[in-house]
Every structure is written in structure tokens, then in C-alpha cells.
């Protein structure tokens, strides 16, 4: 009895798509992405297209709440006004201060902290993970209330545990001066938001394959070499992400700032002294420039972070 057999046919490799196009994967991948996000797109474009561009209008003229009869059309003056003003200046100074200390000490706190939660036991690492996102859950009104109080003369307890520390004393006034109103003011946001920024290394620390590591270990390299040379290249698109949306939020710095100083002493931000202008003084054609102007900031801090990583998210993702 005979048996038939196919002839032998030759192997071929997949045909990868063109540099500069995307394959038909990709592309249904892209489709389905804007129609599972495309609503949810459009309701945020809507609900905040309207006071952008609201803002910019009424930026344009001089504008007071409690006198509308008499608005008058300035064109840029407003803005003229502002960029020529001390106060402006020192406000983007202070906030640019904020930002630096605050995400910079995150970054080193977070990164840290992430490593902690990815080689944790198995048996306590949801304990682990909980008590650190704690701070993270705090309301940041409640947040800065605490701190406000634990810092104060007549409420606070930090005085009588660190008097014995050289400077503290049981009269010291933290808030009292501008650089220890600034210190305390980048503490809370430090303790507030650093579970955030370890929360979005920890999900890149999970990206970087085992299989890297073992071959640095044979290769003889050491934990810091294993670091730096495998570890954060191969997760530098979280660490973008972490640093551009922490800087952008403490870029916008309001509530603490609120709660603790009011804004004296010299500790007034940008969204501070927007609120100030439209709410406080209803100047509401400066306070809309001024915000205009914080969308600005905002806008060139994440068009500096997207140029300056070089990061090609499709490529990270997987896509060639």
C-alpha cells in the first residue's frame, strides 16, 4: 500500500511592513482604540474647549465683574500688563521652585519606593502596595489641613518632637517666612503624590524582561550597573509619563498653597494668583490672561518633555 505525500514547500518569514507605514494590526489596533476612547475624547474636548477659548476672549478685554457695563477692548494689553509686572515673575519663580524640588525629590522617593513593592514577598505584597498608596487617597484639601496643623505654633506637634534638631525651636513659626512656608509646602506635596509617581514606575518596572537581568547577572555586571544600563533604559517611556503628568500637576499648585498661606510671605503660584485676580479682585479680564497664560506654561512644559526623552511610544509598545 502506497502512500502520497506533498511535495516539499520552502518556509516563508513573515513580511514585516514598510519603515514609515504601520501594519494592518496596528491599524485595527488604532481604530479600535479611537472608538472605545473617541466618546469619552470628545466629551473632554467639549467640556474643556469652551472655557479655553472663553478665557481667551475675555483675556482680551478690560473686564470687571462688578462693573460690566464699562468692558472695553484691550487686545493684548492685559497681557502686557502682566509680563511687565514683579509679581508675575516672582509668582512663575515660586511656582517653578515648587515644581522642581517637589518632582525631583518624587522622582528619587518613588523610584525607591517602587523597587520596595516589586521585590516584596508575595504573601505581603498587597499590604505592602496599601499602606503605601495611602497618601495617594487623601483628599489634598484634608491632606494640607494636616500638615497645616501639625506645623502651626498653636495647633501643631512638630515643634515639641524637634527641638531638640538645631533651628527648631517650640516658638519656631514655620509659616512665618517664605522659605520655611515653602519648605513645609513641598513636604505635603511630597507625602501626597509620591505613591503616585512609584505607582507608574512599579507598572514599568514590570515591562523590563527577566530574561535582560539573568543575562547582566552572568555577564558579571552589578545591581548599579544592572540599574543603569538595563533597568531604566528599557522603562525611560514611565519614567516620562511619571515626570510629565507630576509636573504638570504641581505646575498647576493651588490647593496647598490655599490652605496653608493664603498666598503671604511670598508663596503665591501662577494658579494662585489667577485666582486671585478673577475671584478675589474680579478683575476677570487680568485673572482670564493670567490663566491663559498658565495654559501656555502647560502646554510648552509637556511639548519640552515629549521632544527632550525622544521617546517612540509605538515602538516601546511593541511596533515596528
Sequence with gaps: MSTTTLPPTEKTQPVAAPRGTISDRSRAERRLGWLLAGPAFVVML???AYPILQAIWYSLFNYRLTDPENRSFRGLGNYAVILTDGLWWQALLVTLFI???TVVVELVLGF???LVMSKALSSIRPVVRAAILIPYAVITVVSAFAWAFAFKIETGFVNSWFAWLPGISADTDWFGGQWT????????EIWKTTPFISLLILAGLAQVPDVLQEAAKVDGATWWQRMWRVTIPNMKAAIMVALLFRT???FRIFDSIFIMTAGANGTES??????RQTIARV???LGSAVSVLLFISVVIIAFGFIKGFRIDLAQA???R
Design 181 to 188: 512656608s515653602l519648605l513645609v509646602i513641598c513636604l505635603a
Design 270 to 275: 501662577v494658579s494662585f494668583l489667577a485666582y
Design 317 to 319: 509598545r511593541g511596533e
Design 283 to 285: 478683575e476677570i479680564g
Design 112 to 114: 525607591a519606593l517602587a
Design 248 to 250: 504638570l500637576d504641581a
Design 46 to 48: 467639549l467640556v474643556t
Design 99 to 101: 515644581t522642581v524640588v
